[in-house]
C-alpha cells in the first residue's frame, strides 16, 4: 500500500515538472510579451497575419496588415513579434525582384 503511495507520488510530481511548469513559464512568457508591445511593433497574430500595431486599447489591438487596411483583434491573439516582414530576394524570383 505504501509502495503504491509512493509511485503516486513520484508520478504526480513528474507530471508537475514535465508539464504544468512549464505551461506556466510559456504563459508567462506570453502575458509579459502582450504587455510589452507598442504602437509601431511589428508581430504576427496567432492565426499567422502579419501586421504593424496602429493603436493600443485595454484588451484591443488595432493592427495594420496592408496599407489602409487595419484589422482589430484581441490582445491575446498576438503570438510573437515579427522579426521582418520583408522578404529577401535569394534568386528564386524574377530579374526585377518580383515574386513569381
Known amino acids: 500500500m505504501e509502495f503504491a503511495i509512493g509511485w503516486f507520488v513520484l508520478l504526480a510530481v513528474g507530471f508537475f515538472f514535465l508539464i504544468v511548469r512549464p505551461q506556466r513559464r510559456q504563459v508567462a512568457a506570453h502575458r509579459a510579451l502582450v504587455e510589452s508591445l507598442g504602437v509601431g511593433d511589428e508581430v504576427i497574430t496567432a492565426g499567422g497575419v502579419y501586421g504593424t500595431i496602429r493603436a493600443l486599447r485595454d484588451d484591443v489591438i488595432e493592427l495594420e496588415v ?35
Open 66 to 100: 496592408a496599407d489602409g487596411v487595419v484589422i482589430r483583434l484581441a490582445r491575446a491573439a498576438i503570438a510573437r513579434p515579427a522579426r521582418s516582414m520583408d522578404t529577401t530576394n535569394d534568386g528564386a524570383d524574377g530579374a526585377d525582384g518580383e515574386v513569381i
